[in-house]
């Protein structure tokens, strides 16, 4: 079970569909024996993270794909702060400034534990792990001077992947430390083949008109167009001239409700996310994709010991909404479940 934007997420350099050049000169980096920091800039949906995994795949190889997700605990000494961190062998990718003026204190955790790490694998492609900072230009000051200390001190075995929407909140320090990678934003010809393509696949023939409709509405954010293609297609309008464009905000919509859901388990909450399932299907946007967007985000910010199993009920309600009829009853039996998960994971603490 997995959104289109992941199943056709482009795996390796060679594979990257647009800004040819720029690719050429990731590869050249990669085949390099060492590897500068590096600061990626770009808006969101131009295709940073896609770069970023290839690039680290090309350097490493697949084993960058065996990676875990951990929600860590950080004791800051007035209060406990929890981070979800992805980790694999060679790297780690985590948004610290989601916990907004501790960063500070996460950064220099997690660079100190890895950096004093030494590689075990002898066998290594590389003596250096990387850490990738998602978010860096919303890093507090204080998070980035850190940063920046670190940059000079850990630079035989650790490099930074800084990735950003605009280097203007970045510190100069920091900036001129960095190689800086700019993704420009796909042009509308680009997406137009990507999302041709990508409906091929799924075995639709996108028209022209859709396609560029689509586009024209996703503010060049690849990410965007490509899921209101996918609710397009399951709708079965990829072809229809009066297909109706989801919302682009829908996808905020359901990441707050999964937030919503993790924050409290009251069967009053549980009566409020009805509403808003209504609320996204009177948008039409159809309720599998409501289901696959809510389970990752649940999964992602869930307590890891709860993540296998909101997975596996996500995929069980997924296959009663294919087969039933009642698609609301099916999206609040599972935000029940989901619910009456955390509720036991609490009352086992
Ligand atoms: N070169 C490419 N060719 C084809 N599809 C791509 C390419 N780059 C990215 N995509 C698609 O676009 C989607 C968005 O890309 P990505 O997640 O890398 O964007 P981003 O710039 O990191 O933005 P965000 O922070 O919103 O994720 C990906 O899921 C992927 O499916």
Not at 163 to 168: F, G, L, Q
Not at 267 to 292: C, D, G, N
Request: with cysteine; hydrophobic share 45%; proline share 4%.
């Amino acid at each position: 079970m997995s959104l289109w934007v992941d199943r056709y997420r482009p795996t390796s350099l060679a594979k990257l569909d647009y800004h040819d050049d720029l690719t050429t000169r990731l590869t050249h980096l990669s085949a390099s024996g060492d590897l500068p920091h590096l600061l990626v800039t770009g808006e969101s949906g131009s295709g940073r993270k896609t770069r970023v995994m290839a690039m680290l795949r090309e350097i490493f190889g697949p084993a960058v794909d065996k990676a875990k997700i951990d929600v860590k605990s950080f004791d800051t000494g007035t209060r406990k702060v929890d981070l979800p961190i992805v980790s694999s062998n060679y790297h780690l990718e985590m948004s610290p400034s989601d916990v907004g003026n501790q960063d500070r204190f996460v950064v220099q955790e997690v660079i100190k534990e890895v950096a004093q790490s030494q590689q075990i694998d002898a066998n290594a492609a590389r003596r250096f792990k990387v850490i990738v900072i998602h978010e860096a230009d919303n890093l507090s000051r204080d998070a980035q001077a850190g940063l920046r200390r670190t940059m000079e001190k850990y630079t035989a075995n650790l490099r930074l992947i800084l990735v950003c929407n605009s280097t203007t909140r970045i510190i100069a320090p920091i900036r001129s430390r960095c190689l800086l990678v700019r993704v420009p934003s796909p042009s509308k010809q680009n997406m137009i083949a990507i999302l041709t393509a990508t409906a091929a696949k799924e075995r639709h023939t996108l028209s022209e008109a859709v396609a560029t409709n689509i586009v024209n509405k996703s503010d060049a954010n690849l990410r965007r167009a490509l899921l209101m293609l996918e609710v397009v297609c399951t709708k079965g309008q990829a072809n229809d001239p009066a297909a109706e464009i989801p919302l682009p905000d829908w996808q905020e919509y359901i990441h707050n409700l999964a937030d919503f859901i993790l924050a409290d388990q009251s069967p009053q909450r549980l009566e409020a996310a009805r509403k808003r399932f209504y609320e996204l299907l009177a948008h039409a946007i159809p309720a599998s994709v409501i289901l696959q967007f809510l389970a990752m985000r649940l999964m992602a910010k869930a307590p890891e010991p709860l993540q296998q199993d909101i997975i596996f009920e996500a995929a069980e309600f997924d296959h009663r909404i294919q087969s039933g009829t009642k698609a609301i009853f099916h999206l609040e039996a599972f935000t029940a479940k989901v619910m009456s998960l955390i509720n036991g994971y609490h009352a086992s603490m």
